[in-house]
């Protein structure tokens, strides 16, 4: 079987963000090819749409699905739901041609500074999922909270129980993969 691949996405743009950093541990436990795609896009414009089509951006975005084995989403949470850029990269992609995350196995971690690690953030975004048709996985849960105290100065989590959380999550999420490319190939 050729190596898998996995599309991350964060929904936080800023650099010291701990959801990437949880999203980058997530991704190490990927068995395959790793990439990160760019939730920097214009905002959703019908206008913008009927002038261009996709923007590039989006475009790029769209295509890097389109070649993923599997996706995983780092979902910050901001008052108590999934940031805007989230949704905005949402619906977008949700204007592509077919349903480009129709099957595609999905993994949800979330980092926050509440104590609950996101439990609300992460319910609204598996809803604003549904509509685009991924797989998206239930367990385990990964819900860092009060997360700026659960990383190291390298972006590594400290607490075993999180590593374990993330580490079966991700074997979950590559078997999804696994299993998706047989299917398609037979
Ligand atoms: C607009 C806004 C709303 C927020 N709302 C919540 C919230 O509802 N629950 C929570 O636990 N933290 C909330 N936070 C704090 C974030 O969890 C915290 O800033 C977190 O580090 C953001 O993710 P990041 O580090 O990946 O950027 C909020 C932060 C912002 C900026």
Redesign the pocket.
């Known amino acids: 079987m050729n190596e898998l691949k996995l599309l991350c996405l ?3 743009l ?1 650099k ?5 950093k949880l999203m980058k541990q997530a991704a190490a436990c990927f068995d395959g090819r790793v990439e990160v795609g760019d939730l920097r896009l214009p905002l959703y414009d019908g206008d913008l749409e009927d002038a261009v089509g996709l923007p590039e951006a989006v475009a790029h975005l769209v295509e890097q699905i389109r070649e993923a084995d599997a996706v995983l989403i ?1 979902c ?6 999934p ?1 805007g850029v989230l949704k905005n990269a949402l619906d977008w992609i949700s204007r592509a041609e077919g349903h480009v995350l129709q099957g595609k196995p999905v993994a949800i971690v979330s ?4 104590r ?1 690690g ?1 439990e ?2 992460q319910s609204v975004l598996r809803l604003m999922l549904q509509p685009l048709r991924g797989e998206v996985l239930t367990h385990p849960e990964v819900l860092v ?1 009060s ?2 105290k659960e990383f190291d100065e390298t972006g590594a989590l400290l607490s075993e129980r999180y590593q374990k959380a993330v580490a079966a999550l991700m074997a979950r999420l590559t078997e999804a993969a696994r299993v998706r490319v047989r299917r398609d190939a037979a």
């Open positions: 964060c929904g936080s800023r010291a963000s701990l959801n990437r780092a910050p949470e901001y008052n108590k739901a940031p980092a926050t500074a509440g609950a996101g609300r953030t909270g997360a700026s």
